[in-house]
C-alpha cells in the first residue's frame, strides 16, 4: 500500500491523483483533515500510528511553511513513526540543491539526514523552485509595467530555474509505483538510496520577465533591480508572517548571487515527455495580472 501525505495541498493533491490513476496500485490520502482520507497529521503522534498502519511506501509531502522548529518537530515525528509502523520505502519531497543557502533549506537538509538513518529505504526528490515564483511576479508587477513601462524586483542579474509542479508530482507518481512494484517483486526498489535533482531546465530573471511583460502588455518593458533594503522594507508591511518575509528575501538574496540557476538535473530523465514549458505560463499570468489591476481599478476597487 502506498500512502500520500499532504493530499489537501497542490503538490500532494497532484501525485495522489495521479497514483490513483496507475492500475494495480493500492493508493490512500492523508490529510490533517481526515474525513473520506486518513487522518495524517504531523503535530499528532497519534494520528501518525493509526494512519501509517499497513503502509508499505509512503510518499512523505514536505509538512509546510511555518518557524523552522515547528518543520523540525513536524518531520520528526512522521519519520519515527514512520519507523514504528514498519514502512519500507519513503519517498520524500525536498528541495534542489541549488537551494542550499536559502532559508527554507535547513529543515529540508535536516530532514535528509534524519530519513538517512532511519530503518527503512529512502529516495529523496529535491525539487527545484516553483514556476509560481517568476508567475507571481509577472502578475504582480504587470498593471505597474502597464503604466510606467518599468518592471522592478529584487533579483539582479541572477536568474531563477523554474519547474512546473504538475512535472515534479508526475515524477513522484513514477517512482513511487516503481518502488512498490519493486518491493512486490524483489523486496527492494531501484530508487532505494537514490537522490535525484528535479531542478528546473528553464531559469528567469527580472529581464526575462520585462521580456514577457513586453509581449504581453504590447508595451516596452524596462527592468529594474530593486535593493534588498527596500524590499525588505515593502514585505515588513505586506501582512506576511514574520519567517515568511525571511524566506522572501532568502529568495532574492539568493538570486542576486546568482546562486539559483541549476547547472544540471534528472528532471528529463525522470519524465516521460518533455518538461512542461513554463514561459507560456509566465506570459499568461502577466496578461492576467494586467487585466484583473485595470478591472479593479474601472470599478474603483
Known sequence: MILVTGISGALGGLIFEGLRAVDGLDVVG?????????????EDPASLTEGLAGVDVLVFVSAGYAEDDVVLAR?????????????????YTSLAGSGDLMTIALPHRWTESRLAAAPFDVTVLRNGLYAEVPVGLAAAGAANAAETG?????LGEGRVSVVARQDLADVAVRVAAEVERDLAADGRSRHAGQVYELEGVTAIGGREIAEVLTEALGRQVAYHDVPLFDMRAALAGSGLEPYQ???????????????????????????????????????????AGYRSQSVTAVRGG
Do not use: Q, W, Y
Open 75 to 91: 518531520h520528526g515525528a512522521a519519520v519515527d513513526a514512520a519507523a514504528r509502523a514498519g514502512v519500507k520505502h519513503v519517498i
Open 150 to 154: 518599468v518592471f522592478a524586483a529584487a
Open 245 to 287: 518575509v525571511t524566506h522572501t528575501i532568502s529568495l532574492f538574496s539568493n538570486a542576486k548571487a546568482g546562486l539559483l540557476e541549476a547547472g544540471s538535473s534528472d528532471l528529463e530523465a525522470l519524465l516521460a515527455t518533455e518538461p512542461r514549458p513554463v514561459m507560456e505560463a509566465v506570459v499568461e499570468a502577466a496578461k
Open 30 to 42: 492523508g490529510t490533517r483533515a481526515g474525513g473520506t482520507a486518513r487522518r495524517i497529521d504531523f
